[in-house]
């Protein structure tokens, strides 16, 4: 059986996009269900793993969690299907049936399904301002009363400025091209707040790796 880093390395030889550097996509996987665990997440957990790609982090999530709880949303499904090939061990989909979507239009209702956890890895980093919107509004409707968006974002600089165009930004469905998005913590608590969300910032280099930080919001 070949180490996850070995499969990453294939999956890049076979032209497909890891949603980030080979040398990190092990830890951003482990890492984004040290954070959903350090925010209690449990095998019963429903999660919903928006823009899940080629399942950087859905494979541990996958893992852990029981029958019926991972949902993934990709709307490039040849990098999802690469992943499903690649990573995951035969067997693990039939045991842990995992569930996917390829909408693009940040459909959460689409599984009819109500989440614990909402969680965006790199997606806010390539979203337009209307989409984050659209994201927290989905959210409202499809969380459930405790439940939280992990997800994480970029600060604008004094010369990386606020992202203001009005589409994704980045490799997709539909684009090639590298591309970042920053977004003020001032920006998205305006908008958490006009939902009457509470946001806040997860902290540590044991959750967090390179420029992105996690944030977690809920509702009041
Ligand atoms: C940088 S990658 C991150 C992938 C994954 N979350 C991870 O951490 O490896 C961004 C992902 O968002 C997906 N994406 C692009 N537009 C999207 C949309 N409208 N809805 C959902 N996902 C989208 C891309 O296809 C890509 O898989």
Redesign the pocket.
């Known amino acids: 059986m070949k180490t996850l880093t070995e499969r990453a390395n294939k999956l890049e030889n076979d032209g497909i996009f890891l ?2 550097p080979v040398k990190f996509f092990e830890t ?1 996987g482990r890492k984004q269900l040290i954070t959903l665990l350090s925010k209690g997440l449990t095998p019963t957990s429903k999660v919903l793993d ?4 080629c399942l ?2 859905g494979y541990w999530l996958i893992h852990f969690l029981d029958k019926g709880c991972y949902f993934g ?4 499904t040849e ?1 999802l299907d690469a992943g499903l090939k690649t990573l995951l061990e035969p067997e693990l989909l039939n045991l842990k049936t995992p569930r996917f979507n390829p909408n ?1 239009t ?1 459909d959460f209702s689409i599984f009819e399904e109500k989440f614990d956890f909402i969680v965006a ?3 806010w980093t ?1 979203a337009s301002k209307e989409q984050i919107q659209t994201m927290l509004d989905e959210f409202v409707i499809s969380v459930n009363p405790n439940g939280m968006f992990i997800t994480s974002y970029i600060k604008p600089t004094l010369f990386k400025r606020e992202y203001n165009n009005s589409k ?1 930004i ?4 539909e684009s090639n091209q590298p591309g970042i998005a920053r977004h003020s913590l001032s920006w998205i608590w305006s908008e958490c707040r006009k939902r009457s969300l509470n946001v806040s910032e997860i902290k540590g280099h044991e959750y967090n790796f390179g420029n992105q930080m996690w944030i977690k919001i809920q509702r009041d």
Request: hydrophobic share 30%; glycine share 24%; charged share 10%.
């Open positions: 949603g980030g951003a928006i823009g899940c790609g950087r982090g949303i990709e709307p490039n990098m693009s940040f890895r790199s997606i390539h994704w980045g490799i997709s469905h």
